[in-house]
């Protein structure tokens, strides 16, 4: 297995629309279990293919307690939403921020497995949010993205300001 880089906001490949996933072989089968150890070793609970700049429809998820709950879900897509939660989000493509953001309360998903057999999972409260945050990565959409304009503007600032100390 091995680690792979993660893109940081506002890098213009997070707006890149990933493509869907067209065959379930051995090389997407290795992404999904380096994805699983990166977002481990971030740590986070989430990381969508494209983060990796890998733009196909692969996400990864473990919101267990224990991180031994790994979910792979491959060209996933909302069949349902319903009701509303406003949590705070954070993100490994823009750390050190995290907001409010607005996100169905639950979801259903349909998708393929690593054997490549379709599947539906309902979700709600954490896992339906990253369930959310993560398919809005495979569109191109980052979380800061839900934010106003004002708040953006803060935010490649602050970003940037790190990027200055740290380099
Ligand atoms: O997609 C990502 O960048 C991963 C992101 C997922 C996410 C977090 C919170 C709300 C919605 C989606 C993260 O994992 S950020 C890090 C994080 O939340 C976390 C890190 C360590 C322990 C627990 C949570
Ligand atoms: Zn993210």
Redesign the pocket.
């Known amino acids: 297995m091995a680690l792979l880089p ?1 893109l940081r906001f506002p890098d213009p490949r997070l707006k890149k629309v990933a493509q869907p996933v067209a065959k379930i072989d051995d090389g997407i089968r290795k992404l999904a279990a380096d994805m699983a150890e990166t ?1 481990y070793e ?7 293919a494209t ?1 990796v700049d890998v733009h196909q429809r692969l996400v990864v ?1 473990d ?1 267990s307690e224990e991180k031994n709950d790994l979910l792979v879900f491959i060209n996933p897509t909302l069949s349902r939403c319903e009701g509303q939660q406003v ?8 750390p050190g921020i ?1 907001d409010k ?1 607005e996100r169905a309360e639950r979801v259903t998903i349909k998708y393929l497995d690593l054997d490549g057999k379709a599947q539906t999972m309902a979700a709600e409260g ?1 896992l339906a ?2 369930i ?3 398919i809005d ?1 495979l569109d191109g959409i980052v ?1 800061v993205d839900h934010l106003s304009q004002l708040k953006q503007g803060r935010i490649k600032s602050k970003l940037a300001k790190q990027a200055r100390v740290t380099a």
């Open positions: 993660i977002m971030a740590p986070g609970i989430g990381l969508a983060q998820i919101t949590g705070e989000e954070g993100c490994l493509s823009v995290y953001v954490l949010v990253c959310q945050h993560e990565h979380f």
